[in-house]
């Protein structure tokens, strides 16, 4: 599976963006996405999590509330709605797809087999 990271950008704080995780290759709709996001010298962290039929969904508690993921399996895409957002959001993000069959695996980024390039959000102060 192939991904593609999309909708990044430079957005004041408070503002609004959605990033979009579309795949090529293969159809997303057997597979849980997630978005984890970096911060140069830091971990990866994960930020939200989907299972493959949208009945659930997972957030950290540092975006719980701001954050929706959502996916569109007829176009084949994952959303992020990031609203509310606070300079501490900057970072890189990332997608990833697995088959995902317990909770705690949802969270964990060496469960992921296949990664989008990234992209940046910069949220200013």
């Known amino acids: 599976v192939q991904l593609q990271a999309s909708g990044g950008g430079l957005v004041q704080a408070g503002g609004s963006l959605r990033l979009s995780c579309a795949a090529a290759?293969?159809?997303?709709?057997?597979?849980?996405v997630a978005w984890f996001r970096q911060v140069p010298g830091k971990e990866r962290e994960f930020v939200s999590a989907?299972?493959?039929?949208?009945?659930?969904?997972y957030y950290s508690q540092s975006v719980k509330g701001r954050f929706t993921i959502t996916r569109d399996n007829a176009k084949n895409t994952v959303y992020l709605q990031m609203n509310s957002l606070k300079p501490e959001d900057t970072a890189v993000y990332y997608c990833?797809?697995?088959?995902?069959?317990?909770?705690?695996?949802?969270?964990?980024?060496?469960?992921?087999?296949?990664w989008g390039q990234g992209t940046l959000v910069t949220v200013s102060s």
């Open positions: 989907i299972s493959w039929s949208g009945s659930r969904t």
């Open positions: 290759g293969r159809t997303l709709t057997t597979y849980a």
């Open positions: 990833a797809a697995s088959r995902i069959y317990t909770e705690t695996d949802y969270y964990r980024d060496t469960e992921y087999a296949y």
